[in-house]
């Protein structure tokens, strides 16, 4: 994970690399009948894509059909073309634990700059909601409203799960082991993210706050949904300069997160990314996040620990997404904090 000494401004528009992110085909981990061969192809494709292209690669071969994406992706902009007071009415402070349903243009935030974009949060709901950080009920657009919009996201994020324990089960072959990233095949959490981008302002300043400012991912694997905006999403390349990951149709743009980092000792690295949005339509994507079990104890795999690093103390991964949700959200007439704060240095966009 990133720290404080590491920090630099990343919204700043930088060089533009015209390196290509690698393409990872993941259908022989779906397919129950597929050769031992064609896995180990997959694996050792998925290895190279996470240690040499900065663990940011496109995926095809995991099943969906690009007409079930792109219905994902208009009933997105369905979401955001609703009337404000209808999004107001789910807005997250309305939540039990103050975080689940959606959030204006500005409120989130990263490294202290407010993000210009729009959301709704979904996390698995609890057996017993309550007003505890990360345990109460989600906030839905109504049935009237949006019909079937909630049954088919929750239908989504099973789907989702799937194809994220076939990446566990890539990356355990590549790595070895087993024992933890069995682990990480059961009883997933997950976090769907439904944005929202109005273009940014021909003049506008990026010192302000950028579409979705640069950040690394604080779970396990991102399966980013987007719609086919070019230029909007970026990623920081091993030289400083950004690679734009523009989307192509049917595949998936996926990304490692701090928890694989950790656990890897920085093998498969959490990149930072960023939106800068600029264009003329409104952008929609849709962040899948794969996580760890909530209450999974996170160190660094036995013989990762890098020369000369100390072993990280172990937390757990929902202590650690607590701590990063709950820092993550102002309201608009909240000051921000001037310099980031210790405990917001990794953040989800
Ligand atoms: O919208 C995008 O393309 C990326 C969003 C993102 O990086 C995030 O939500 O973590
Ligand atoms: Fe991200």
Redesign the pocket.
């Known amino acids: 994970m990133p720290d404080i000494e590491m920090l630099k401004d990343r919204s700043a528009e930088g060089s533009v690399s015209t390196e290509r992110l690698p393409i990872v085909d993941i259908s022989p981990y779906l397919d129950s009948s597929s050769s031992e061969e064609a896995r180990k192809v997959a694996s050792q494709t998925l290895d190279k894509a996470c240690r040499e292209f900065a663990g940011f690669f496109y995926v095809t071969g995991h099943g969906l059909a690009p007409e079930y994406m792109k219905d994902l992706l208009k009933l997105g902009h369905k979401f955001f073309e609703q009337p404000q007071e209808k999004k107001d009415s789910i807005h997250i402070f309305k939540s039990m634990d103050r975080v689940r349903g959606y959030q204006k243009i500005g409120e989130n935030v990263t490294y202290a700059k407010r993000d210009q974009q729009e959301a709704l949060d979904i996390y698995p709901e609890p057996e017993n909601p309550s007003t505890a950080q990360l345990e109460g009920s989600q906030l839905w657009p109504s049935e009237d409203d949006l019909p079937g919009f909630r049954d088919t996201l929750l239908d989504y994020t099973e789907k989702m799960k799937k194809i994220g324990h076939a990446f566990m089960r890539a990356m355990c072959d590549a790595l070895g082991h087993r024992e933890m990233f069995d682990q990480l095949q059961d009883d997933n959490y997950w976090v769907l ?1 439904v ?1 929202g ?1 109005p273009p940014l302002p021909e003049e506008y300043d990026l010192d302000k706050g950028i579409s ?1 400012g640069a ?1 690394t ?1 604080y779970g396990c694997l ?1 399966f ?1 949904l ?1 719609d086919d905006t070019p230029g ?2 970026q990623v920081e390349s091993k030289d400083g300069s950004w690679i734009p990951a523009d989307p192509i149709p049917g595949a998936y743009v996926v990304n490692i997160g701090d928890i694989i980092d950790t656990l890897t000792g920085h093998q498969y690295k959490s990149t930072y ?1 960023r ?1 800068i949005h600029r264009g003329s339509n409104y952008r929609v ?1 849709m ?1 899948f996040f794969f996580e760890p079990q909530r209450d999974q104890v996170i160190q660094t795999l036995p013989g990762m620990v890098p020369a000369g690093e100390k072993a990280v103390e172990p937390f757990t991964y929902f202590d650690h997404l607590k701590r990063m949700i709950y820092n993550h959200f102002v309201s608009n007439d909240e000051a921000l904090p001037e310099k980031p704060n210790a405990n917001a240095l990794t953040q ?2």
């Open positions: 993210r944005i981008y979705c950040h991912d991102t980013l987007a909007a999403l990314h939106v994507s962040p989800r966009g």
